[in-house]
């Protein structure tokens, strides 16, 4: 299993409604683009011995999770997730869900990533020492801002076979009267989706449809982060079944948390049953079994699946 790839198909999910809500292409039907939530205040960290100050920030801050998330024009980004909405300190130690600090010099390339040094993947590297830590000094929730600090030492592999790592060394990270908003974008009323998750009805809150870059991504999201998710070509037609696997361009996926151990890839099939590119309207069928990219591994059977959406 190609690890490299595996935390990079993660990313891709685990952002993708950011970079929606902030590269959405002209559309020129009846529903508007969503207008991004984009934060005042000031996102910056050291590293390599510069000061990365992010050009556009976004917070979001619920009941469930925190993100915040900085990023570069070139597409250079950090993100940063904690469960919970509190003052206080988070380490990997104290909390394993939806606990996540990322760098990536860009979508697509394979991140630095702040992972326990005493389970999992990377626990068997002595060059690797997780110093992940978040503090959040100050939710201002009459003004709706958030500031605090973080720092850890991200890794990732370096070869295909998981036997070779690289770390980078994070200090003096600070957030700093970001704007937050609950949620990331606001989507058509009429999307429709529909699936079983082990058997037992999946009943999205949340249905989401992207264009980005060549792809089309439909999310059906219940809660704050768990989704199923897929991905397939912006160029599909009616009538085209996809046979895919967790590292193809086009794929099924589901999140149930923020974490890489909550991170399921599948392998199945997807039928698009009919597509309209100038209404940006897609429909189509699918099925997967899933399993956790990282050790431990654990597999949910997605069954009976199907959408209807007007992609942004």
């Known amino acids: 299993m190609n690890k490299l790839k595996q935390i990079s198909v993660f990313i891709l999910m685990f952002t993708v409604l950011f970079f929606a809500a902030c590269n959405v292409e ?7 683009n969503p207008t991004p939530t984009v934060s005042t205040g000031e996102f910056k960290v050291d590293f390599d011995g510069q000061t990365y100050v992010a050009s556009f920030t976004q917070a979001i801050v619920n009941n469930d999770y925190v993100s915040i998330t ?15 909405a509190r003052v206080g300190t988070y380490t990997l130690g104290t909390n394993s869900t939806n606990f996540a600090l990322i760098y990536s010099t860009g979508s697509g390339n394979t991140p630095f990533i702040a992972v326990n040094d005493n389970t999992g993947s990377f626990a068997n590297f002595p060059n690797y020492t997780d110093t992940a830590q ?9 003004n709706k801002k958030i500031s605090g600090t973080f720092k850890f030492t991200g ?33 058509p009323t009429n999307n429709t989706f529909t699936a079983k998750l ?8 949340n249905i989401t449809g992207i264009k980005q870059s060549s792809l089309i991504s439909v999310i059906g999201r219940r809660g704050s982060i768990e989704n199923i998710g897929l991905a397939f070509p912006d160029n599909t037609t009616a009538g085209t079944t996809y046979d895919f696997t967790p590292f193809d361009d ?12 909550g991170i399921f890839g599948g392998t199945g099939t ?12 897609v429909k189509g069928t699918f099925s997967f079994e899933a399993e956790t990219l990282l ?3 654990l597999t949910r059977n997605i069954t009976e699946g199907t959408f209807d959406v007007t992609y942004l």
């Open 26 to 32: 002209p559309y020129e039907g009846t529903i508007p």
């Open 70 to 84: 900085g990023l570069k024009p070139s597409g250079e980004f950090f993100q940063i997730t904690i469960p919970n």
């Open 134 to 142: 978040i503090v959040i000094s100050n939710i201002d929730t009459i």
């Open 155 to 187: 890794v990732k592999f370096t070869d295909t076979t998981g036997a070779t790592i690289t770390t980078k060394v994070f200090t003096n990270g600070s957030f700093t009267n970001l704007s937050y908003t609950a949620d990331v974008i606001t989507t």
């Open 198 to 205: 082990d058997g037992v009805n999946f009943v999205p809150t």
């Open 250 to 261: 086009e794929r099924g996926q589901y999140i149930m948390d923020g974490t890489t151990s």
């Open 270 to 281: 997807m039928t698009i049953t009919s597509h309209n590119a100038s209404t940006r309207r």
């Open 295 to 297: 050790a431990p591994f």
